[in-house]
């Protein structure tokens, strides 16, 4: 076999690997999967406008988000039930993360605990749903910070679970021998936590789990103008612009759609990051320019565990890594931190 040289391999061969209703989960979106192609494809709709003749010689990828220092502006999304995908699960993925100098984003929904995933000694955030019974919250956000968890990523686009039908028609169910880890005693079964989540979160709960985590809080799932002021307003420290990655509402803009109005009505406050249909450095640069901070992918990293687990995701995060530099040179920028608004124009 070629050795794979991007997402797209990457992707075609996880395809290869995972029985149907596996693959069904990680790859699927929801109803008519018009916002997960649509994330891809939104980046199309965006063309690069490159300077000429700029030093870009010392370039560098390293940025920082919420003041952490990371080697790119790309940082792993919280993917759930990573050892369906690979043995080595989300251990692996933070050890690829690691090496690769970025930011791990937990799921609460893992199959390994925030305390394994931390002893991994990586950079780490760890992303939050709030439970109906306030306990398992309080415990969960209690183990994050106990973990060395720097920020927490509070997930606001999943009050109940999107209408997967890929999942209905394979059949498939994360199989119940597979525990969630974080809920102690051996962990509790994938069907019982989905039932557990709240679905009654309100922006007054922000300030609360802020004040009682004492850790940066970011708002994963902001869509609109109005969504990103009263992340403002209640506490946020920054905003993923997030559509889940198209597996919660669908029909809803793609997220470098939505990037702009965001940026523009969070005004230079708080930090504006964007995930959803990365798959490659340009993808980042342009995000970049249209105001974000830094992006989080999923399913890329993702399908690197899939085929060589922590190896594979740290090739997928290192391909990556040398696509953004390539990608900032040859628009004439040396740091993300130089990429401007007129690096991007509509088609
Ligand atoms: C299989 C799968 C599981 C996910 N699980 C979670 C989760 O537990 N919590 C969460 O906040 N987001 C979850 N997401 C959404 C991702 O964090 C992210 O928003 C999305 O994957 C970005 O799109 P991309 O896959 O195109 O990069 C999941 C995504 C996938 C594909």
Redesign the pocket.
């Known amino acids: 076999m070629v050795e794979p040289l991007n997402v797209w391999d990457y992707e075609r061969l996880a395809a290869e690997r995972l029985d149907p209703g596996a693959h069904g989960?990680?790859a699927g979106g929801a109803g008519d999967e018009l916002t997960l192609r649509d994330?891809v494809e939104a980046f199309r709709r965006w063309y690069l406008r490159p300077r000429m003749l700029v030093d870009v010689d010392a370039s560098t990828t390293a940025t920082t988000v919420l003041g952490q220092e990371v080697s790119m502006p790309l940082l792993v999304?919280?993917?759930?039930?990573q050892r369906v995908a690979h043995p080595d699960g989300e251990v692996g993925m933070a050890r690829a993360a690691k090496a690769a100098g970025t930011v791990m984003c937990l799921?609460?929904?893992a199959t390994s605990t925030p305390a394994e995933v931390a002893a991994v000694g990586g950079p780490r955030w760890f992303?939050l749903?709030v439970f109906r019974d306030e306990g398992v919250t309080h415990d969960l956000i209690a183990q994050a910070r106990d973990g060395g968890y720097t920020a927490l990523?509070l997930?606001i686009d999943?009050p109940v679970r999107g209408n997967r039908e890929r999942d209905a028609r394979t059949s498939f169910a994360i199989p119940d021998d597979v525990r969630v880890a974080a809920f102690g005693r051996g962990g509790v079964t994938p069907k019982q936590v989905f039932e557990a989540i709240s679905a009654s979160l309100t922006w007054r709960d922000l300030e609360r789990i802020c004040a009682e985590s004492g850790l940066p809080l970011l708002v994963?799932g902001v869509l609109t103008a109005e969504d990103a002021k009263l992340a403002c307003e209640h506490g946020a420290s920054g905003v993923v612009v997030?559509n889940?990655?198209g597996?919660q509402l669908d029909g809803v803009s793609a997220t470098i759609d939505a990037l702009e109005e965001v940026v523009a009505a969070v005004d230079g406050r708080i930090e504006v990051l964007l995930?959803?249909?990365?798959r490659r450095g340009t993808d980042v640069v342009k995000a970049l320019a249209l105001g974000a901070r830094a992006v989080?992918?999923?399913?890329?990293p993702?399908w690197g565990l899939v085929v060589d687990g922590e190896a594979g995701a740290l090739r997928v995060l290192q391909l990556l890594q040398a696509e953004i530099l390539s990608a900032l040179q040859l628009v004439g920028c040396t740091s993300p931190a130089d990429v401007t608004r007129d690096r991007v124009a509509p088609k």
């Open positions: 989960y990680y994330n999304a919280p993917v759930a039930f799921s609460t929904i992303q749903y990523v997930t999943a994963k997030s889940h990655g597996r995930d959803g249909g990365i989080l992918a999923g399913r890329a993702l």
